[in-house]
């Protein structure tokens, strides 16, 4: 497996300290971090914001299996593998409170307000055994080197069905271990914090944006297409095939150390203080979903990039041919005919995902480009709700952890809502 690069502290158990190096795009990098917290919120408010009710609590938990951690010792004096998984827990709360009553149907109005908290954890665990003598063993597993949090605070207003808008902050923060191993949770390495905003007019266009330093940092248009023209012609309000195209702008690459490229020319690394550059990616989306019959249907995607600068590797200081997909996915679903009381739904499909980062990341240095798949149901009842779900380099999650190149992931959640 290839390692994963960023220095940390490690208290190995035999005796001295050492250093843990891994290769890390996605996990240190806020603006990355930032955008999937964004993006896993708007999710969340995408399936809930016709719906009627007070409080939503949500929770997911991922393993993404073999992370090869590379740890010095400083004892015989050589790096030695160790292997590691990627835990990350996902939660929210959503309270809503009916300044009006709920409406009857989707034609009609109502006010409300809401308060939402979502968080995002990631962190390395490793199985320790402890030693208790003649009592025995046991093992445990516990976390180790960085963990990093980040967290969405919001106050939302929806006047359904002319307007919705959430207002809030994201805050991303890192967490090291000192060097006795223990870790103290109200002194964070580094910390951000983002002004957030998003919302829905009309139901049929969408705009979200995190803003940093007085610069928007990601934002992202949708438009749908199906709202839209239903909003003209009553007529063609169809369940049938959902049409959506989607803008995001990114402030991707910043010459930063856990950057997989060089912006504009490549740089000395060793020269501690060069001019940084920056460049923006730009990508634009045609989402689509259509049902075949009764119980068949359809998702399919298509997105396509634009660089705003020249980069280049950090390996081989060559320029980079950026390819003009970002992005594909195709899935097949069985998802018979929502009775109003369950909806369930059972999925499989296969992706294409490009970044200048998947190389570093996956097993064999074999391109950019990288195919995957993913397998999964969720069942969503009146109150209840769970998911299930197993990939191995599907886009979607790509998009939120590339280190997760060439790794098996496996995703389960559980939904309450009242």
């Known amino acids: 497996m290839k390692t994963i690069k960023i220095t940390l502290l490690l208290c190995l158990l035999s005796a001295s300290l050492s250093a843990a190096v891994y290769e890390a795009s996605t996990l240190h990098n806020a603006v990355s971090r930032a955008e999937t917290v964004q993006q896993l919120f708007l999710d969340r408010w995408d399936i809930l914001k016709e719906k009627n009710f007070y409080i939503d609590l949500y929770g997911k938990i991922n393993w993404i299996f073999d992370f090869s951690v590379n740890t010095y010792n400083s004892g015989s004096g050589e790096y030695e593998s160790t292997d590691m998984n990627l835990v990350r827990t996902y939660g929210s709360l959503f309270l809503v409170y009916p300044v009006?009553?709920?409406?009857?149907?989707?034609?009609?109005?109502?006010?409300?307000?809401?308060?939402?908290?979502?968080?995002?954890?990631y962190g390395l665990t490793r199985d320790v055994e402890i030693d208790r003598g003649d009592?025995?063993?046991?093992?445990?597993?516990d976390y180790k080197y960085s963990q990093f949090f980040d967290d969405i605070y919001a106050v939302s207003v929806l006047w359904r069905p002319y307007i919705i808008i959430h207002a809030g902050y994201i805050f991303n923060k890192e967490y090291m271990p000192k060097d006795d191993g223990t870790m103290s949770y109200s002194d964070p390495a580094s910390s951000t914090k983002k002004k957030f905003f998003s919302t829905t007019i009309l139901e049929f266009f969408d705009f979200s944006v995190n803003i940093n330093d007085e610069r928007p940092e990601y934002s992202q248009i949708d438009i749908n297409i199906n709202k839209l023209v239903s909003i003209f012609d009553k007529t063609k309000k169809t369940k049938k095939w959902k049409l959506k195209l989607r803008y995001e702008y990114t402030r991707a690459y910043n010459d930063e150390l856990y950057d997989s490229v060089w912006v504009k020319t490549p740089k000395d690394p060793s020269v501690e203080d060069y001019a940084k550059d920056s460049a923006k990616l730009n990508v634009a989306s045609i989402l689509l979903y259509y049902r075949l019959t009764e119980n068949f249907s359809f998702d399919a995607m298509a997105g396509f990039q634009k660089i705003s600068q020249d980069i280049y590797s950090k390996e081989t200081s060559e320029k980079?041919?950026?390819?003009?997909?970002?992005?594909?996915?195709?899935?097949?679903?069985?998802?018979?005919?929502?009775?109003?009381?369950?909806?369930?739904k059972a999925y499989t499909g296969m992706s294409c995902y490009w970044d200048p980062a998947v190389e570093i990341h996956r097993d064999s240095k074999s391109g950019y480009s990288i195919y995957g798949w993913i397998i999964g149901f969720n069942l969503d009842l009146k109150y209840i709700g769970a998911e299930l779900k197993a990939d191995y380099n599907f886009s979607n999650e790509l998009k939120k952890l590339v280190e997760a190149s060439d790794k098996w992931a496996v995703e389960g959640s559980l939904f309450l809502k009242i």
């Open 100 to 121: 009006t009553e709920f409406r009857k149907t989707e034609d009609d109005s109502d006010f409300l307000l809401s308060f939402s908290t979502t968080g995002f954890h």
């Open 320 to 344: 980079i041919n950026v390819s003009p997909v970002k992005e594909w996915y195709i899935l097949l679903n069985y998802e018979p005919m929502d009775t109003g009381i369950a909806h369930f």
């Open 135 to 141: 009592a025995g063993s046991e093992t445990t597993t």
